[in-house]
């Protein structure tokens, strides 16, 4: 309250904004960060006060402060130096941090390889509900031939609309694989994943119109599916 009186006193506010962040105020440093970066006008200034509230521990900042370094925004491109900054953030819990540090992890980016960790900060992002760690996990466990677990978490990657996710569920539903088989959801989930632009789904929501009888109700809908697939090269 007091620092949002002190702003409203004043004429220029951007100046007094700048003023304490310069101070030291980490949350108005990441702010302004964030500010000019949205802004794309000036990603090194952004980069500036990422920087400085990511020094002060604001892990949101630090957060940001890898993804930088790790495509080059406003600072040379260093994987390394990404690896270190997603790292601070991801042992404060930031969960987008703990999904990059687990992907690092997985191919030997910045960091030596380590799918152990890789599982584990995964696991942690997906436990705060991060989507792409959820469809991550999944498939995971797939690999390792968890089907129980693998349908868990791409039940709930779905659920938070992770795209590759929708059609990966469908198939589970669709053999029966880690849940019970059910046609009706398997046809719920491959729709989904069909309207928002997978091919896969489309096409297997067409293989399933050739075994319909032609005066099924849902015929033409399931066949107009095959052949968007087949115009986008499936």
């Known amino acids: 309250q007091t620092l949002l009186y002190s702003l409203t006193e004043t004429n220029d506010i951007p100046q007094t904004i700048s003023q304490l962040a310069e101070k030291g105020h980490s949350t108005l440093q990441a702010a302004l960060g964030r500010l000019y970066r949205l802004s794309y006008v000036d990603m090194n200034t952004a980069f500036y006060w990422?920087?400085?509230?990511?020094?002060?521990?604001?892990?949101?900042?630090?957060?940001?402060?890898?993804?930088?370094?790790?495509?080059?925004?406003?600072?040379?491109?260093?994987?390394?130096?990404?690896?270190?900054?997603y790292s601070e953030a991801a042992k404060q819990g930031e969960r987008t941090s703990q999904y990059n540090i687990s992907i690092?992890?997985?191919?030997?980016?910045?960091?030596?390889?380590?799918?152990?960790?890789?599982?584990?900060?995964?696991a942690a992002a997906a436990e705060q509900d991060y989507a792409d760690a959820q469809f991550r996990l999944g498939c995971l466990y797939g690999k390792q031939k968890n089907y129980e677990a693998?349908?868990?978490?791409?039940?709930?990657?779905?659920?938070?609309?992770?795209?590759?996710?929708?059609?990966?569920?469908?198939?589970?539903?669709?053999?029966?694989?880690?849940?019970?088989?059910?046609?009706?959801?398997?046809?719920?989930?491959?729709?989904?994943?069909?309207?928002?632009?997978?091919?896969?789904?489309?096409?297997?929501l067409g293989k399933k119109a050739l075994t319909m009888q032609y005066n099924d109700e849902n015929y033409i809908f399931m066949l107009a599916w095959l052949l968007q697939a087949a115009q986008q090269g499936h």
């Open 50 to 85: 990422m920087s400085k509230a990511a020094n002060g521990r604001q892990r949101e900042a630090q957060a940001m402060v890898g993804e930088m370094y790790d495509f080059g925004k406003g600072v040379p491109k260093d994987v390394t130096k990404a690896a270190q900054w």
């Open 104 to 122: 690092l992890y997985f191919h030997g980016q910045g960091v030596p390889k380590d799918e152990a960790e890789a599982f584990k900060y995964c």
């Open 150 to 204: 693998e349908f868990i978490w791409l039940n709930r990657a779905a659920k938070n609309r992770n795209k590759k996710a929708l059609c990966m569920l469908a198939r589970l539903y669709d053999g029966g694989i880690g849940t019970d088989k059910d046609e009706n959801k398997a046809l719920k989930w491959y729709t989904k994943a069909a309207f928002s632009g997978d091919v896969d789904a489309a096409f297997a």
